[in-house]
């Protein structure tokens, strides 16, 4: 089941602007209407508050244990982009916030979902994945 | 014949702005003027309305079942389009809403239709697909 | 010879807004000056007027007979790519429409015609087809 | 030698706004201090004047012709480009005219010129060809 | 142990504006969380002050010294990435300097960090390395 | 040893506008650290004056025995770049010129050098080579 | 319903040797587990008997009329490609045939079918589709 | 759990010779040294027995569910190749088959393991997937 | 009408052996059963007999005006293959001969047609065109 | 005019086997039926006698002067290959020598010529240039 208390953080190390991107191209969880996996990928993407305004980042193999969490997990795809956007940004309140997930083909259709929190720069907003 | 009231659809899980992309390979329906089958793809794109001013989804596996409800329909490309369009509209009053069909080639002719539904940003104005 | 009486119509199914793109790569007419036969292809993309407004759609195959009505004309590139925008345009006044034709190389020349009538939006002026 | 009274020329089709696009992947001439050959691309892009303003077209033979005529001639690249576009501007006094050579390698060197006359509309300045 | 005494420098050549860039492909450092070896490239651009306000450049062989002397570091991206950063604008204190960092896949996630000081000319904002 | 008065010119054959643009991919020159040979390309574009004003353009023969003349000179990637720029423009007074040179790995990092002089239009601005 | 009787042939037009290759990227058909509709591509290949020992082929107006009645019929992919084969064969006894069918991803899973009679020349055996 | 009693077979349609290939993109299992998932591709390619023979084909549905069932064991590379071989020669009893499984990075090393039951004809042996 | 009398010789120029192959990516005929153009490429490639033995090759320019009139001919694409094949062999008596016709796609089905004399070395049999 | 004296050679420096390969993508000569000009690439490959055998190798600037002197001369692709051939027969009497020439498209044809002395082994007979 998600579980948002895997997440760890550590303190930005600077006070001067960068952005993380972290993308997982073996993400799955389970369709809530079939029973049957879905498989995609997930992209995260953020600029974190500066270090002198208590500015963190996610840290990486917690990350990576938070995603796998949702293996069995029978949830929307809507629904796993929104929660993963709204933990991190629970986790770190950064000053923007991006996911996009992308969906394998189900009965024929592929989906991707996009979620934003605070103003995504727009070299990032036409970024495919 | 296209059924809208295969389609269903389940609250949208946050207010913050999200956009869902579905995209299906797989279409197809009966020139009406050949008898003929056509074959392409569609596209839909969408921002829903936030969860807190009523906003939905379109749920997956109704789509695929909308999408195939054309499949012995006799219609132009340009109807198909519009009527996905106007039934997914119907469904859901997203924010905006964006329907792009291509068409493979039929007496080496191959078309793309594009329908529209709102204020579509334009990141998505240039997408091919 | 080209005969615009083939281009058959139907009403736009819709008054929301819409674009529709026609590509042939089998198009083939004659050179006026050599006799020798040209080949290439014709993109048509054009927003029709709304239902509301009179709007209308070329129908395909009326399209395609009307594109092979070239077949064994003697005609410049440029003076085939105006004709087919300005049949196009009196058959539907469409709110804008764009032709492209691109043609093999003769001589050790390729050519591309691009012809317009109406206001073209700027994401399709810059595709190359 | 190059011979612009090689080039011949026809009225514009139209009035409506049109351009047009020729490629000559076969271009030859002379390096005038070397006297070996030199091999290139032509690129001549076009907006006619209007019809009813006497606007008229390069006729492509013609133009295939001019070409070749400076396959003996010593003559450097930016002379080249220069005089193609001064003769093809003299012959129609179109709206906008853009020529580009692409040149392969010589001595380990490969160039490109670009010359214009009035204004190139900036979806044309942009094309590498 | 990175070690910024390793940077050298050298007086930038010229008053007139220009741009460097340095990309490495082989960095390595090590997890600080799981031990594990990371791999990765790091980008570094830049616009040194001009000569005549102290403007001065990284000397290329002590770049790649100091690169190395992350090998056996346990250190997270993020602070690779601004050390990096810092480190550069402590030895140079250019206009504008720019650092992304491509981490291959751990546990199935690649990373990118992308850190910058100063104002970098949008050109170079878009790029992917 | 890098010798400008190899450089030769000739008048700019026009008063219209154009831009000329060489590319060598065989320029090599020495590490004045390592004393290793460095092998890179070397692209410059310009514009140069009209002919009443005086204009002129580099010949490209003289080019080659120019970039040639670096052959075994220990010197800095910066210092190439800016001294052709500045050579160059010594040379010619362009209305404007740009030099990019690409340099092949040497210890793992590539790298790219931009200089220029006056106001480069921003469709060369983009120009990865 | 698959209907062998649609097909139609005509005599081969030679005694010397000759092949032939169709390739449909239009075919559907229905799983007759699921009932949801199967997309794919089927190829063709044979030669034919020479015509002195009354060889004959697949008229291809006839062959796509035929391809088309599998639509609504629900068969599995290894009884779509037998069928066509021994169809064919039934038609024609032609000297060899080979019947590729490749499949959409249905739950994940693309399938290709391969059916042969006679005995296919090497070249053909080792083409993907 | 694997579990092959999911596994279901259908006749062979045909005494005539043909060939199967299933490949799932979305195969996932656990590794049964970390506990970490592991993700992959699975191929699996057979000629059936003829059908007087007894031939059978496993059926599409089935394979998926019984692919599904590895999805929380611990279990190596090698075992998850070795059994579906070895469960599929069990339910079918076919002339040859051969499985692929293609493993995506762990550690910063991919893995494909090949099996195979039978004599596995060469045009098949020289696949990639 | 096709027109064999159009095509012209000229003596092999010698009696070493040499391959000729010439690819036209323009042929056009008429489907016989439903009136309209077919489109494809025609390749022949063949040896001639030595010059000694009364080796001849075909004229290009005579090939090209051949290729052209079937332009308004019904006829199937087997019958234009074998026909273009036994012209040229009868017009030249080549030590081998082959003839591979490619056919865009018609009601979706793309066609390609092989037909050979003589006996083609196997590094001519297994090219696609 | 083609002039074989321009051809020079050297000793072949070795008697062990090597393979000599030299293309040129910058042939022009001139149709004999036509007067148009033709470009097109000229690949020569060989095996040099073994030095004690009194082999030879073609010196590079000899056989670039001698492919110009072809420039204005009026001669078939066929006659251009076995001439090629037959002069550097004559002057290498290498153990092997394979001539292959590509053409540009005129009249909508490609061509490429072959032509052998000696036995090529199976490796370079299929190369494609």
């Given at each position: ?39 995609g990928s997930v992209t995260v993407r953020f ?41 991190l940004v629970a986790l770190m309140q950064p ?35």
């Open positions: 089941m998600p579980d948002a208390s895997l997440l760890d953080k550590f303190p930005a190390p600077t006070d001067q602007p960068f952005v993380v991107e972290h993308v997982s191209d073996e993400f799955t969880s389970v369709c809530p209407v079939t029973g049957h996996p879905d498989f600029e974190p508050k500066p270090a002198n305004a208590g500015g963190t980042c996610v840290e990486l193999k917690s990350l990576k244990l938070y995603l796998q969490s949702f293996r069995n997990e029978g949830i929307y795809y809507e629904a796993v982009t929104n929660q993963i956007r709204d933990d000053t923007w916030l991006q996911v996009i997930t992308h969906w394998k083909g189900r009965g024929g259709i592929s989906s991707v979902i996009r979620a934003t929190s605070g103003t995504v720069p727009c070299e990032f907003l036409t970024m495919t994945k």
